[in-house]
């Protein structure tokens, strides 16, 4: 048969008629049988192979039957007025279509071969590269798609806006046009080009034009409220209509959104907004979490809200504050439980509606640092001035009342005692936590030292255990590095001398026998225990003067270059009080001791405070206040010592004020008198004399200006140069674990370091400095 | 107020003279103790003596091992932090502060 057919009935003119029969029934989708492909595959190759024009006569002669056919589709189309009909049409014929895009190319491969040559290989595979195919594509777009677009477009949008309205269609008839705008681009280097200059647009245009006649109707007739729940439904309605008619990977989707968002969020941000206060105020978290999901899609939209959230902290912290100031100045165990619970309270609140975002845990962290810190409720005086104490600025109480309350939880007291182990842990957490909003963490630091100090010297820790725990959990909070150390270093320094103590009872049991068992000696590292040295001068009673020598040869024989100096403000024991009623074990200060020995040689005796005063020879100040101590103890119905004539407070008794022994003290129990009985009447043991607790507070100012001066040096010494702006900041925050310099130190310490040629200012810029080596 | 109620009688057997009113049954004293200086600071490394010297604090957290950082005395009277002491007469056998030649007088303990 090949050889037959040679070279005669090959040309376009044999061939075309029975290739094109094939043809026509593939456009109109007709069956064909296997053996007419196969031949229309060997026609279009025989022709191409033999007829030297043969491909270019095929191409346009298949043109001409495409053109032909998408003719009287046109018209099929175009017979239909009502927008769906026109619609439904159009989709069935450009599917059936472009159906046929994918199989007539194929049978004309040959074509492409003759057409192009064989100077792009590697094309064969890609239907998308078919000549033919695109000749079909390109004929559609020309003739029956250009015309009616604009219908189509048209009617597709009012089919979504039908369904914006709550009507229901075939959702393909939308689907069907935007394919048919993807499909019919030609543009290799942009394919949705049609689609996103003619659909895409009109999409967002429609949608845009709906809202904005829709959002203000329904804000004005439903409210704000309901506007929100409108407006985030509407978003995600619109989020999930768009991945159903836009074409996914073009970014349209994510385009609508953001003009939904526009349209209906931002459009009314202000109004939205102005709401927030109140619903937060109100605690209307669920109302809040939707105002934060809508906001947070809008420039701009979440800080309004952080600052109603730190009013509202502000406000509400305070208020609450002042609201029991009476109760928490005096009681640091409330003061303690009420910011815990302002801070669980707007923790809550930041969970709840804001899901802890990050910004809205900063915006809490800073408005309840500034409750924490916040002066109003009381304050505590600091003398501001390096040389003269006159001008004060006023400080939060906070620390204190915190170490206060440590104290509570960590020494053997009624609080103590009922809490478990796992109790008391929890509470110093919390007062860590209130801790690190603390501005003055130096303040707690002295307050703490000086309670750990009382507990320490007067054996008063409820575990030993949970005490140095508690300095790693400073250490960990970051509390100041050399204030943790000198705590840690009290631990290591009481339990060296607690070892001397038992060798010193040793040697003294070989001396003197068994009274070695009332004495114990506590010999401190006056760098960690004391600041600056003060001597209180007391007389001893004769029975523990003899010790003192004692106790000094022994520590001479231990040690070398060291000098002791008593503290005897600080040391402490219990005596056995005897009268006619009963005996009884008093725990006293040694002031005390030394005030009641007095009237050991006279025991009926009345004796005058001038008289006490030579005995003892006590600083009037501790006198006074020792006397007191003796005379009104708190919570005791018989004080030990009486007094004439009556006085409302220590600084009444004048020097013929008259003391004399309580013949009739006795403990009281269950409103029974008791023969004997050990009671306490130490109290807050004084660690520093009436002089030396303002020095106390002088030192912690000069502290801090040392601090301020060390840290200015450090930054100028690195950055050479600077300016005061750049300089406040840094020095802002190298000091704010321990403390917040305020602009007036700041100020005088840089005059301080110019006038000392530290540093100098710029010649040029008088707001800059220089650092001077 | 009253605590407890167990007071021994152990002071009644040990005082058969006229007894006093207040006796004294147990005293815990307290004192201070600093090397005795004449100037608190160590002029080589700018710390109090009370205070570990530079180096101690650096090798040792929270001052462990400050037990062994004592005081040296020169026969001109002046102190210093012994280990930096020790490191300065390496390079300079001269006191720091009176130019003396140094010579330890004593050490703390
Ligand atoms: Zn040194
Ligand atoms: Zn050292
Ligand atoms: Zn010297």
Redesign the interface.
């Given at each position: 048969m090949l050889k037959q057919d040679k070279g005669q009935q090959h040309t376009f003119e044999d061939k075309w008629p029975s290739m094109r029969a094939i043809v026509l029934k593939l456009l109109q989708q007709e069956p064909v049988t296997q053996n007419e492909w196969q031949d229309l595959f060997y026609n279009v190759h025989s022709v191409c192979l033999w007829d030297e024009k043969g491909a270019v006569k095929v191409r346009d002669a298949l043109t001409d039957d495409i053109m032909e056919f998408i003719k009287k589709a046109q018209v099929r189309v175009m017979s239909h007025q009502e927008d769906q009909a026109l619609l439904k049409a159009y989709i069935a014929e450009w599917r059936k279509f472009f159906t046929q895009c994918n199989y007539l190319p194929t049978p004309f491969r040959q074509l492409e071969t003759s057409l192009v040559g064989y100077k792009t290989p590697g094309f064969k595979t890609a239907t998308e590269a078919s000549i033919v195919r695109k000749l079909m594509l390109d004929s559609w777009n020309e003739s029956i798609f250009s015309d009616i677009k604009q219908r189509l477009q048209d009617s597709a949008m009012k089919l979504v806006h039908a369904e914006r309205a709550g009507e229901a269609f075939d959702s393909q008839l939308v689907i069907g046009v935007r394919e048919s705008y993807v499909n019919l681009c030609s543009n290799p280097k942009d394919k949705l080009q049609i689609y996103r200059d003619n659909f895409e647009k009109a999409y967002m245009e429609a949608t845009e034009a709906f809202y904005k006649m829709k959002a203000p109707q329904y804000l004005h007739a439903n409210g704000v409220q309901n506007y929100m729940r409108y407006a985030d439904s509407k978003l995600r309605e619109e989020e999930l209509r768009a991945h159903k008619y836009l074409e996914s990977c073009s970014g349209s989707v994510q385009l609508l959104t953001e003009c939904c968002v526009n349209v209906l969020v931002t459009a009314f941000k202000n109004t939205i907004l102005a709401e927030c206060a109140g619903m937060i105020k109100a605690n209307e978290t669920d109302k809040l979490q939707l105002m934060f999901k809508l906001m947070d899609r809008v420039p701009d939209g979440i800080s309004p809200m952080l600052d109603d959230l730190v009013e509202h902290i502000l406000q509400a912290g305070l208020d609450d504050m002042m609201a029991s100031a009476d109760v928490i100045t005096q009681d640091s165990e409330k003061y303690v439980e009420r910011l815990l619970q302002l801070f669980n309270q707007f923790s809550l609140l930041v969970k709840e509606a804001f899901s802890d975002d990050p910004r809205f845990l900063t915006a809490r962290d800073k408005a309840y640092k500034q409750v924490v810190n916040d002066t109003q409720v009381f304050r505590l005086e600091l003398p501001s001035k390096q040389n003269s104490g006159v001008k004060c600025q006023p400080e939060s109480k906070c620390p204190e009342l915190l170490a206060n309350y440590c104290d509570m939880l960590l020494r053997k007291t009624p609080l103590s005692k009922k809490l478990t182990s796992d109790e008391i842990e929890s509470k110093l957490r919390d007062v860590l936590l209130v801790l690190k909003y603390v501005q003055n963490k130096d303040v707690f630091m002295r307050y703490h030292k000086a309670h750990l100090t009382r507990r320490l010297?007067l054996d008063t820790s409820a575990d030993s255990e949970k005490e140095e725990n508690m300095v790693e959990w400073l250490r960990e909070v970051g509390m100041p590095a050399d204030y943790?150390?000198k705590l840690?270093?009290m631990f290591?320094d009481v339990k060296?001398s607690e070892d001397l103590n038992q060798q010193f009872k040793e040697q003294c049991r070989s001396t003197r026998g068994s009274i070695a068992d009332?004495?114990?000696?506590?010999?401190?590292?006056?760098?960690?225990?004391?600041r600056g040295?003060e001597r209180v001068t007391v007389s001893l009673?004769m029975?523990?003067e003899d010790?003192i020598p004692e106790?000094e040869d022994f520590?001479k024989k231990?040690?070398?270059?060291?000098?002791?100096?008593?503290?005897?403000h600080?040391?402490?024991?219990?005596?056995?009080?005897?009268?006619s009623v009963g005996?009884?074990?008093v725990d006293v200060t040694?002031f005390q001791?030394a005030v009641?020995?007095a009237?050991?040689q006279r025991?009926q005796d009345r004796i005058s405070y001038e008289n006490l005063r030579l005995a003892t020879e006590l600083p009037d100040p501790e006198l006074r206040r020792t006397l007191w101590s003796l005379v009104a103890?708190p919570?005791?119905r018989r004080q030990v010592l009486l007094y004439g004539p009556e006085v409302q407070s220590p600084k009444d008794f004048d020097e013929n004020t008259q003391f004399w022994?309580n013949q009739e003290f006795a403990?009281?129990?269950n409103g029974k008198l008791?023969k004997?009985?050990?009671?306490?009447l130490v109290g807050r043991l004084q660690l520093s004399t009436e002089r030396s607790k303002e020095e106390d507070n002088e030192s912690i100012v000069q502290l801090r200006i040392l601090r301020v001066q060390e840290a200015i040096i450090k930054i100028l010494k690195m950055r050479k140069k600077m300016s005061n702006a750049q300089l406040q900041t840094e020095l802002v925050d190298i000091l704010k674990n321990m403390f917040l310099p305020s602009k007036k130190m700041i100020k005088e310490q840089i005059e301080w370091l110019i006038e000392h040629k530290y540093m100098r200012r710029d010649e040029d810029d008088i707001n800059t400095f220089i650092y001077m080596a | 107020m009253a605590d407890e109620d167990n007071s021994s009688d152990r002071v009644d057997n040990e005082t058969p003279k006229p007894e006093k009113m207040f006796t004294l049954k147990k005293w815990n004293a307290v004192a201070m103790w600093s090397w005795d200086v004449e100037c608190d600071t160590c002029a080589i490394c700018r710390v109090q003596v009370m205070d570990a010297c530079l180096r101690c604090q650096a090798e040792s957290k929270a001052g462990s091992g400050r037990q062994d950082c004592v005081v040296v005395w020169g026969e001109c009277n002046h102190s210093f932090h012994y280990c930096c002491m020790s490191l300065w007469v390496k390079q300079n056998n001269r006191c720091p502060l009176c130019q003396q030649e140094w010579s330890i007088q004593r050490m703390g303990k």
């Open positions: 010297i943790v150390n840690a270093r290591q060296v009332s004495i114990n000696i506590k010999i401190l590292n006056a760098g960690a225990w004391a040295s009673p029975e523990l010790y106790v520590y231990k040690h070398s270059g060291r000098k002791l100096q008593w503290y005897h600080m040391s402490n024991g219990t005596i056995t009080f005897a009268n005996r009884y074990d040694t001791m009641l020995f009237w050991n025991s103890f919570k005791i022994v403990l009281v129990k008791q004997r009985g050990k009671i306490n | -």
